[in-house]
């Protein structure tokens, strides 16, 4: 009993197949991993602007609160003193504050990424707006 058919219908990819495909995945992996660390820094840089509009959107609700009250807006420190007992300073589990808040700003931490803010001072024509230096 002859075996000849078993060697001839053998099928696979040849060195040189596996080799370029190889390549192939090595470059596409150079291109796409600093691309996804890259993305991971914007993440957090976008996290921090929520941050802060969060924190405008706050002091404005605020701040018309305190125009329409009966005892109605006396001045900065009285809309700190009323963001700081409503705890609308707190943006959640992943925020904290490394400085501040205050009247000028403070530093404001992102799951460890921190950014420094300004905070102008709320008048009797406009709330306070925080933003980045």
Same mark, same amino acid.
């Given at each position: 009993?002859?075996? &000849?058919?078993?060697?001839?219908?053998?099928? #696979?990819?040849?060195?040189?197949?596996?080799?370029?495909? %190889?390549?192939?995945? #090595?470059?596409?992996? !150079?291109?796409?991993?600093?691309?996804?660390? &890259?993305?991971? *820094?914007? /993440?957090?840089?976008? !996290?921090?602007?929520?941050?802060?509009?969060? %924190?405008?959107?706050?002091?404005?609700? $605020?701040? !018309?609160? %305190?125009?329409?009250?009966?005892?109605?807006?006396?001045?900065?420190?009285? %809309?700190?003193?009323?963001?700081?007992?409503?705890?609308?300073?707190?943006?959640?589990?992943?925020? /904290? =504050?490394? +400085? #501040?808040?205050?009247?000028? #700003?403070? +530093?404001?931490?992102?799951?460890? &990424?921190? &950014?420094?803010?300004?905070?102008?001072?709320? $008048?009797?024509?406009?709330? !306070?707006? =925080? *933003?980045?230096?």
């Amino acid at each position: 009993m002859k075996q &000849q058919g078993l060697l001839v219908s053998r099928e #696979g990819y040849t060195l040189l197949e596996v080799i370029a495909a %190889l390549v192939i995945f #090595g470059v596409l992996a !150079a291109l796409v991993v600093p691309r996804i660390i &890259q993305l991971d *820094s914007n /993440t957090m840089q976008k !996290a921090i602007d929520v941050g802060i509009s969060e %924190l405008n959107g706050r002091e404005s609700l $605020t701040w !018309a609160d %305190l125009k329409i009250s009966p005892s109605g807006y006396a001045d900065d420190a009285g %809309l700190i003193t009323r963001m700081n007992a409503d705890n609308n300073y707190l943006l959640g589990d992943k925020y /904290t =504050w490394d +400085a #501040g808040p205050n009247s000028s #700003g403070g +530093a404001l931490n992102f799951d460890g &990424q921190a &950014q420094a803010l300004n905070r102008t001072a709320s $008048t009797t024509d406009q709330p !306070a707006l =925080w *933003s980045k230096p």
